[in-house]
């Protein structure tokens, strides 16, 4: 049957603050199916912070890029009946024809464009958009970026900006876990709260209306071992400056700068820190150790039951003539 889909797309540059009117819905008439290929309709949609870094390089009229939990409604491919449950990258849009046979090449890894939910979800109390967030590549970054990328170990001091975040509030509860002690900062007083009281963070901080260096004294006397960084900006530049010999610095994003990428936040010199206290810089690439997602859901399934707490992702909400 023809089916009539919703796509997300840019409506416009942004410049500043993302609003609800950067965005614009479109309609679009779906081709029929060819041999071998699915129609999924989605269920729910993940905001990963990437996507605010791909919405920054975006042209009005694009299609805003993501990915989704989906069910196959019609089917070409016997291997994929109706009523399948996937995940993959279809961004925001209500349907998408699919050729599930399809890969792409991430961080050196051929993954598939869609494939099956975690196995981990079979018998686990959690919901289905879990593959997404714990168990989708917020959780996988952050558990495999402490434990493979820098080697976290107990006794450590891990400081997180944007501590609240998506990806940070898992980081943080993680490193909890492994026997870091963890300090985070947010840009509100209420997130500070939160991070704090039910996530267990030692230190949480408003960056806002905190002094950072001073914070970064009382709660990291003898320096930060590691960094976890998705803001960047003059937050980064106090951070980095407290860092301890040898400490180790993972970058995952740049809030700072998306709203102002022709004049990003401007960082202090920092070569006589980094020198000086030889702190390494890296970046972490959850596709370059595909090979690794099934083992670190595992472990991830394993904190959840220890009480993780998780947020994050959203169900689908559409036009009034749209159900899942």
Not at 30 to 39: H, P, Q, S
Not at 65 to 82: C, F, H, M, T, W
Not at 84 to 94: A, D, F, R
Not at 200 to 220: M, R, S
Request: glycine share 10%; charged share 20%; hydrophobic share 40%.
């Amino acid at each position: 049957m023809p089916y009539t889909r919703e796509v997300w797309t840019l409506a416009s540059r942004v410049k500043g603050e993302l609003t609800e009117e950067h965005f614009k819905i479109k309609e679009e008439e779906m081709r029929d199916l060819c041999k071998g290929e699915i129609v999924c309709r989605a269920l729910y949609i993940s905001v990963d912070p990437i996507t605010r870094l791909h919405i920054a390089y975006s042209e009005p009229g694009q299609p805003i890029l993501g990915r989704q939990i989906a069910r196959v409604v019609e089917s070409k491919n016997p291997d994929y009946p109706k009523g399948k449950l996937l995940i993959g990258s279809m961004g925001w849009s209500s349907y998408s024809t699919v050729d599930p046979t399809l890969t792409q090449v991430l961080g050196g890894h051929e993954v598939p464009l869609v494939e099956t939910l975690p196995r981990q979800l079979e018998n686990a109390s959690m919901p289905k958009s879990a593959a997404l967030g714990l168990l989708g590549v917020p959780g996988l970054t952050a558990y495999i970026g402490l434990t493979e990328v820098c080697k976290a170990r107990p006794g450590e001091t891990i400081v997180i900006s944007s501590a609240a975040g998506q990806m940070g509030h898992l980081v943080g509860q993680i490193a909890k876990e492994i026997g870091l002690r963890v300090i985070g900062y947010t840009g509100s007083s209420e997130k500070a709260s939160w991070i704090k009281t039910e996530l267990g963070f030692d230190w949480a901080f408003n960056y806002k209306t905190q002094d950072v260096a001073q914070t970064l004294k009382i709660a990291a006397p003898e320096g930060v071992d590691i960094f976890w960084d998705a803001v960047g900006g003059s937050l980064s530049t106090n951070i980095i400056n407290n860092m301890a010999i040898f400490g180790r610095i993972i970058l995952v994003g740049n809030l700072a700068s998306y709203g102002n990428l022709t004049s990003p936040s401007k960082l202090s010199m920092l070569d006589l820190a980094i020198t000086l206290k030889e702190i390494s810089i890296t970046g972490v690439n959850v596709y370059r150790y595909y090979h690794l997602w099934d083992s670190g859901r595992q472990a991830l399934l394993q904190l959840f039951c220890l009480d993780i707490t998780i947020y994050g992702i959203v169900h689908v909400k559409l036009s009034s003539n749209y159900s899942v």
